[in-house]
């Protein structure tokens, strides 16, 4: 490789077996500290992706996360909560791993290597002109999500990607890189750790940042939440009483009515109590 691969450099601690639980956690948290900063530096990058993915969105383009292993999950992670979060179709922000569905509990074998899958993958999820496709690998060096962006790129998607590696394959065939480098892990090479850590972070902004910009949080209240539980629905209850001053009752009531927070609240300003 012709690029310096931080992730897989030696980790500062050595004899780990020997130390005990106390020192370890303690190693573990100063590490994991140097995560916000380090993503606080690819600030910029991560504002052009979210340019991209709410401009794409406002077409009528969708969002796509492809990955690997650990990165491939925390995209389906951040995609499965997006529907639930902020009331928008499950299709709207996919997650796409290597190895299929099975390899989210299960390691596949060579899956993260297949050249070809990850651009069969979106194609039967539809990905087309116009969405973007965001690769997520912490090495920056993952076959299947290399070959899955150009391919993307080939075919007039949206390219970006969030690697914990500078100057990697990957970052070079993204069109929007995001490169968030955390520096060595506390075990060596185990990329679960910091870099997940910082992947999870800008999936995050990503996701919540977009949703915010198409006006899916309304001051910081998740309006549009679906009400699929009876923790929710009393989440719910309360946005609606914090914001018209009716009773509870009535709120929930409204609220369970009229299906959402937004057209509870709505309902309540332009009509009045009950």
């Known amino acids: 490789m012709d690029f310096d691969k931080v992730t897989e450099r030696s980790s500062k601690y050595s004899d780990l077996e020997k130390k005990s639980v ?27 992706v979210v340019e991209q ?8 383009g969708r969002l ?40 989210i509990r299960r390691a596949v074998e060579n899956a993260e290597d297949n050249t070809s899958q990850a651009w069969i ?21 993952t076959p299947y999500v290399i070959a899955g962006l150009k391919t993307a790129a080939e075919n007039a998607l949206i390219t970006a990607c969030i690697t914990c590696n500078a100057g990697s394959p990957l970052a070079r ?7 968030v480098v955390v520096g060595p892990e506390v075990v060596t090479g185990s990329s679960r750790m910091k870099a997940g850590t910082a992947q999870k972070l800008v999936l995050n902004m990503l996701s919540t940042t977009s949703m915010i910009q198409l006006g899916r949080v309304r ?5 549009d939440m679906q009400l699929s539980n009876d923790k929710l629905v ?3 209850t309360k946005m609606i009483v914090e914001e018209t001053g009716i009773s509870y009752d ?6 369970l009515t009229k299906g959402s927070v937004r057209k509870a609240v709505d309902y309540t300003k332009e009509n009045g109590s009950k």
């Open 250 to 255: 009535e709120a929930k009531d409204l609220l």
């Open 219 to 223: 001051g910081n209240k998740m309006v």
């Open 22 to 48: 106390a020192e370890l956690l303690q190693i573990i948290n100063a590490e994991d500290q140097s995560v916000p900063a380090a993503v606080a530096k690819a600030l910029p990058q991560i504002e052009k």
């Open 234 to 236: 009393d989440r719910g």
């Open 173 to 179: 065939a993204a069109q929007f890189p995001i490169e």
């Open 64 to 103: 796509f996360y492809i990955g690997a292993g650990t990165s491939g999950r925390l995209g389906i992670v951040d995609a499965s909560e997006c529907p639930p979060t902020f009331g928008v179709p499950f299709d709207l922000v996919n997650g796409i791993i290597a190895g299929g569905d099975q390899a």
């Open 121 to 141: 993958d979106l194609q039967q999820e539809g990905a087309k002109p116009g969405d973007v496709v965001v690769g997520i690998a912490a090495s920056g060096t």
């Open 53 to 60: 993915i709410v401009t794409s969105l406002k077409n009528g």
